[in-house]
């Protein structure tokens, strides 16, 4: 069943190729579309799957009691890479560079400041064991 599914979206990126490739150098902007279109079918496939993904994540949250709140904080960063990385590969191949990498950087930023809890609790629990 996943070899199917990645079959289909292998196929899906290939077609958007072949169809942006002849466009490249007459009218790149619709070959940038075709692209962004393959791209968008693409997450539109992955997004089908999130669903059970969130299912196992809740599960082992009920396990977890208080300390879910650590594995929230996780889900969150890989979200915002996912994210990040997505925006950031449409603008630079659309030949955007610079904005690709603000979206990157700004990804970086974001996970930064959604882990600082991770990293408070990191540093409270080296604090107290140095004070032993």
């Known amino acids: 069943k996943c070899g199917r599914r990645m079959l289909k979206i292998a196929i899906i ?9 002849p466009l490249k150098n007459s009218k790149p902007e619709f070959g940038t579309i075709i692209i962004i279109c393959g791209c968008i079918l693409i997450l539109g496939c992955a997004v089908t799957k999130i669903g059970g993904i969130i299912d196992v994540v809740a599960g082992v949250k009920r396990y977890m009691g208080d300390e879910a709140v650590y594995l929230g904080i996780l889900m969150k960063i890989i979200a915002i890479t ?3 990385e997505f925006g950031a590969s449409i603008c630079r191949d659309s030949g955007y560079s610079a904005i690709g ?13 959604v882990s600082m809890p991770i990293i408070t609790t990191l540093l409270e629990t080296i604090s107290s064991i140095m004070r032993k």
């Open 101 to 113: 990498n603000q979206v990157e950087f700004f990804g970086k930023i974001m996970i930064l400041s």
């Open 82 to 84: 996912y994210i990040a």
């Open 13 to 21: 990126a290939v077609m958007a190729v072949f169809l942006a490739l």
